[in-house]
Nanobody, 123 residues
Framework: QVQLAESGGGLVQAGGSLRLSCAASGSIPSINTMGWYRQAPGKQRELVATITSDGTTNYSDSVQGRFTISRDNAKNTVYLQMNSLKPEDTAVYFC?????????????????WGQGTQVTVSS
């Protein structure tokens, strides 16, 4: 069983910074992708940023240049440094870990989510 534990959310003024952490535990293969998604009230969950186990990153256009995702493979932990925060960044932020296992005749994707941490940016 895989568990993801997020921390670091909170209330911050516009222009401020926060750092989110997500520690993964359980049976996780060394090759995997970890990332952050967010969901604002009344909106669908959306991608924020992802990072593969070899360090390749991907960001949504809305956070590019303001947020930085990183990971510590030895600790199975992913971080999200959020700078220049805006009120529109207010959402519940979810940690995600996923990987694909290739079997003889098919492949299967495994995906796990954290419970989420609230980030509120006041104007």
């Amino acid at each position: 069983q895989v568990q993801l534990a997020e921390s670091g959310g909170g209330l911050v003024q516009a222009g401020g910074s926060l750092r989110l952490s997500c520690a993964a535990s359980g049976s996780i293969p060394s090759i995997n992708t970890m990332g952050w998604y967010r969901q604002a009230p009344g909106k669908q969950r959306e991608l924020v940023a992802t990072i593969t186990s070899d360090g390749t990153t991907n960001y949504s256009d809305s956070v590019q240049g303001r947020f930085t995702i990183s990971r510590d493979n030895a600790k199975n932990t992913v971080y999200l440094q959020m700078n220049s925060l805006k009120p529109e960044d207010t959402a519940v932020y979810f940690c995600n870990s996923n990987w694909r296992i290739q079997y003889v005749f098919a492949s299967k994707k495994y995906e796990y989510w954290g419970q989420g941490t609230q980030v509120t940016v006041s104007s």
